[in-house]
């Protein structure tokens, strides 16, 4: 399912003149991380595997490369994200290998439900196939519009769990093609469109619409289950793609205004288990914006974004998800191996 | 049991003219962390609390307190260890109010079977009564050594999970004050002398020469079972303190020089959850050596210390410790609240 450029690699590094190489990579591709740090020793650089779970270019582990004396980084699975890196990285994002348009064809009648003017997208596993999806579906009569998505995202139509930018065209509907249900529900909540989400892997479509509202309503009943809490935890994490300082001194901020007690908890893999004996009675979590989410059933305590915080306060009524923006992005990245040196380089 | 020295930290803080601090804490000093961090910023220091779970001086914030935009870092419970910090720290070890002495009345009888001679020791918390317990057992007729320790520990006396230095003095046996089971079997591994544990909170006595036998027979099946492991994952710290590279890399090379394959492993917060996944038949934890000893029943695969894989290998015969040396301790710690500067500074 993974193809691995191993002499592309090889290559890139040589012209560094890398001596030892650090490689990173999600839970899925440890074998291939294996695999490259045997081919790479065999070819004379010494490479030591990160151990820390990865989930995604948020979190590059350029600072403890640099720790470890390692002339590079290599993160497998994930393109590049704007950040201020220490050494030389190297990303190498994860394509899927699966017939997506088997999976559009099999749900056609449903994908005309969406209307005539699609916006089409997806996460980077599939995004070459994404131009392929267009030309099918424009031959089915669709006006397909790919957004271009602002500087956090690499290629044109790509989503992340923090990221919907690519979504936001003008469109009856949203056409996600891809596996789980976080980043097709974030992209029903930030467009409020007609969302239909494509897996490639079993075929299936589902409309998000139902599961967004679902959705909401869990976190309207978090929301509530704030309205006593008087101490706030306000959370941030180190991991360089998440670290949103500037937010969680505003949320603290703002919660001292409205006569909250406020503390700023800064830590790298955000988990209930490690704030238990803290005496907070609720918590924002202003990171990646999946945390407060997707793990919601371990908290003991409430656990809010900073949006749903808003809400609490007063100072919004709609519910709105906790997206991360990106800057304007000036091109988009090549699409398989590539380099991203330091500023300083 | 904890005093918090919160007026001469604000003192040192003002001194260093600190905006931002950045604030550890172990597991038990979380609610003296948030209030410490209250009092700060009711003077005016901007106050972040890790949440990160940390274990020792070994595992500083000083790197993410610099990232921050932190000026200081504060690191609750532990004595200083020797480490090229990146940040003005403040260290505050927790000292225990417990009576030793009454718990040394109780087990006299016990005692005196140490023999005439006994060395002295104990963790941070009960350090400031060693002296008080030395001149009781003086006044029963003993004659006690407190051992220097090298620099790895901060006080005369003073044992860590990963260093019995301080135990190492010619003596009948050795007395241990304190709580835990990792520390005093560490001592009897580590001195190969009767060792008695007394637990001044409990009051009992118990001595570590059958735990220790018993340990060390566990250790021993976890070194049969990694008998036909062909490829070892060599896994150590990011922590500051335990990232003991250039050891990792040597049991690498024996390993590979013994036939074996061997990948180095780098990582966080070691734990087998995280390298579910990987390929390997067997590990060497090279960092804090209660990984592979405390958590063993965690892991599936067979977790070995570098001096057990030197049995493994055939390359040592006896069962010794895996301690973390360090150099020569040129002065004592001062007792309480305790500022380090970077060697820059």
Request: aromatic letters at 8%; charged letters at 30%.
């Amino acid at each position: 399912m993974y193809e691995l450029h191993e002499r592309e690699v090889l290559e890139k590094l040589r012209e560094l003149d890398t001596k030892r190489v650090l490689i990173q990579t999600p839970e899925g591709l440890k074998r291939e991380a294996q695999f490259l740090a045997e081919f790479l020793e065999e070819n004379g650089i010494e490479s030591l595997i990160s151990g820390d779970i990865n989930y995604g270019a948020c979190d590059p582990a350029d600072r403890e490369a640099k720790m470890l004396g390692c002339d590079a980084l290599i993160h497998l699975g994930h393109s590049y994200m704007v950040l201020n890196l220490e050494v030389p990285t190297i990303f190498i994002p994860a394509f899927a290998k699966v017939d997506v348009i088997k999976a559009l064809s099999k749900n056609m009648s449903e994908i005309r439900k969406l209307g005539k003017r699609i916006a089409l997208v997806t996460t980077v596993q599939h995004i070459k196939d994404l131009n392929k999806a267009k030309e099918f579906l424009e031959n089915e009569g669709f006006e397909v519009r790919i957004g271009r998505g602002d500087g956090r995202v690499s290629f044109p139509g790509q989503v992340l769990g923090c990221n919907f930018s690519a979504a936001k065209v003008e469109a009856d509907g949203i056409l996600f093609i891809g596996a789980g249900y976080f980043h097709p529900i974030g992209v029903a909540l930030a467009t409020k469109k007609p969302t239909l989400a494509i897996n490639p892997y079993s075929g299936d479509a589902i409309w998000m619409d139902k599961e967004a509202e679902r959705w909401i309503r869990k976190r309207w009943a978090q929301i509530a289950k704030a309205y006593d809490a008087e101490k706030f935890g306000v959370i941030t994490s180190t991991k360089k793609g998440q670290l949103r300082l500037g937010e969680a001194r505003r949320v603290v901020k703002l919660l001292k205004e409205h006569g909250k007690k406020a503390q700023l908890i800064v830590m790298n893999h955000i988990n209930y288990q490690a704030l238990e004996g803290f005496d907070f009675d609720a918590y924002v979590v202003v990171a990646c914006p999946r945390v407060p989410i997707d793990d919601v059933e371990n908290w003991r305590k409430p656990v809010l974004t900073p949006r749903e915080l808003e809400i609490l306060l007063g100072l919004r009524e709609d519910y709105e998800f906790d997206e991360i923006i990106g800057g304007k992005r000036e091109r988009d990245e090549p699409m398989g191996v590539n380099l991203k040196l330091p500023k300083s380089l």
